[in-house]
């Protein structure tokens, strides 16, 4: 087989329906298998696998064992020879997979391979590339200079080698993540990624970022972005550096500061109210249900204008769209910061979408 998705769910039922419909449509001229690893979700996701798509390989945990566990009982039961490790609130292209199987064959001494990812608005994340989080770099991003934490010597467009990649999709051949011990089971949750990234690294491959691919990644869906997410993202942190590195006061000292005060500097960002003056539906037929939950005008449109009025909610509908034209369309509109969105996807009486990382993402079903 020539790959195996796997995806870590955790009380995310819509947006793991989503990415599955998602995966699906790429894996169609692919030897491919999907494995989902339930981490003891309190939803009925197990249940929607099971009804919705039986081609699935589901696992289902009894307790929650955290983010590095659980992806490696799913490569335990993997038959490809890639491997993605896949968060279930992200959407893929139906060219995605095919565009990674490619690189590997183009190019030797690969390692982990990355792409770009966007969030629910659109809007580039950062994290999609960085550099080993060195005590200066951490320090620097803490007091608001990112520079050194994320690889910014290539654009959010360019395609080259880096240090560290997300672990919301990571592709790599399974040997190579089996020879560097899989993901470190000391981390429950953040850090993770960089720690497998430096494994990698230091076994003498080559990381590498294709910017020329883009996911949305709705952040925060499994994690909402509280006082726990600073605990553990630091005490991840903690965990890398006592493990590749010397002891360091510096950044010890950051980890109590971080807990201290990250969340205090946090709170005033609460998610505001939408207000939304008008819908706009990509699609090619009308949908009188979602019309009429809506309760306001829903114009029906075959693509985006050049200019979009403030304050307009755009649902695009995967019955008549691919997921490639989803992703293009919302970069293309990102810059519009009154415009939020939403995805109809194939097959599905909801629509689901996130504003921002501090918050849960809505679903509407209808």
Known sequence: MKLSVVILNYNVRYFLELCLKSVQKAIENIEAEIIVVDNNSEDD???MVKAL???VILIENH??????????IGVSKAKGDYICILNPDTVVTEDLFEKFIELYKSKSNLGIAGCKLINGRGEFLPESKRNVPFVKAALKKFLGNSNEYYAVHLNENQTGNVDVLVGAFMFLNKQVFIDVGGFDEDYFMYGEDIDLSYKVLKAGYNNYYLGSSTIIHYKGESTLRDK?????????MQIF??????????????????????????K???KSEKSIERYFLISNTKNVELQKLLKKELVLMLDLKDIIPKNTEIILDA??????RIVDLMEKTSKNKKVTYKILPNNSNFIVGSDDAITRGEIINF
């Open 228 to 236: 726990l997410y600073v605990k553990r993202f630091y005490g991840a």
């Open 241 to 266: 550096y006592k493990k590749h590195f010397k002891k360091n006061i510096a950044f010890n000292m950051l980890v109590w500061l971080g807990i201290k005060l990250v969340y205090l500097l946090k």
């Open 53 to 55: 798509f039986p081609d």
């Open 63 to 72: 307790q929650n064992f955290g983010f590095s566990k659980g992806n490696n």
């Open 319 to 324: 019955n008549g769209l691919s997921y490639k």
């Open 268 to 270: 005033q960002a609460i």
């Open 45 to 47: 996701s197990c249940n």
